[in-house]
């Protein structure tokens, strides 16, 4: 478990590394952001909660973005280029026989001793690096900006809603964001989060049981409990974390 020291003590090596002379500031920010997302290759992989870990990355990325703004834009970058959730974009096949390995590699798929992944390690991954990124938007401190905080999470929430097909993939992904982000943006947002949820609920469940036995019920009912059980009323594991932050090192 990660504590208030070790990710001050991280936050602070990085903000050095970053301002420091023994690397150019584009170079500094790409290795960043590298180091950031690769945590998510080099976690445990029989861990596929991702959460602890996850937040105490948050923190990181925003004590180290709030002092070295530029380190943001590599950061989305990044995420961007290993998981097209966290854009959010989905990449269409046209027709089954476009469904091939390129296509694969192309929406994210690694390859594993020559060949590509299972959909299950696929979905793992996809789901660590929407957890990663949800960890990200909705951490705050008081008295740090954000540059890309919960109003950048309302915006892709939206969006993903909004542009994104139903399906196993996005189920995984819009259920991940909820659950690491979905306590704060119901706390910020309020009843306009709550008509997130009934689109939810309303639109983009049924969406995917229209699909039948394509659809793993996992993905289904992930959002289905998600609402039944309203999660986002829960303060979501790993965010103790904060509060230790805010005690002593801003109040």
């Not at 105490?56 to 995420?79: I, R, S, W």
Request: glycine share 4%; net charge positive.
């Amino acid at each position: 478990m990660p504590t208030t020291d070790s990710v001050k003590a991280r936050a602070s090596e990085l903000i050095k590394a970053l301002d420091g002379q023994d690397c150019p500031r584009p170079i500094a920010c790409r290795l960043f952001a590298d180091k950031m997302i690769s945590i998510v290759k080099s976690r445990n992989p029989t861990d596929k909660t991702f959460g602890k870990l996850a937040f105490a990355c948050g923190y990181v990325m925003l004590l180290v973005t709030n002092q070295v703004p530029d380190a943001m834009d590599y950061l989305l970058a990044e995420f961007n280029k290993v998981c097209m959730y966290t854009v959010p974009k989905h990449l269409h096949a046209l027709n089954a026989q476009a469904r091939n390995t390129d296509y694969f590699r192309l929406i994210g798929y690694q390859e594993e001793d020559g060949k590509l992944q299972s959909t299950e390690k696929y979905l793992v991954n996809v789901v660590a690096y929407v957890k990663l990124y949800a960890a990200m938007v909705q951490t705050e401190i008081k008295g740090v900006r954000h540059p890309h905080g919960l109003a950048e999470g309302w915006k892709w929430l939206a969006m993903f809603l909004n542009t994104l097909p139903a399906i196993p993939a996005t189920a995984f992904a819009l259920h991940a964001f909820l659950k690491v982000a979905g306590f704060a943006l119901h706390k910020k947002y309020g009843s306009q989060f709550m008509k997130i949820l009934d689109v939810i609920s309303r639109h983009f469940i049924p969406a995917l049981k229209a699909q039948g036995s394509k659809v793993h019920p996992e993905a289904i009912n992930n959002l289905q409990n998600y609402l039944n059980d309203k999660i986002y009323l829960e303060e979501p594991e790993g965010q103790y974390l904060a509060q230790q932050l805010l005690s002593k090192m801003f109040l």
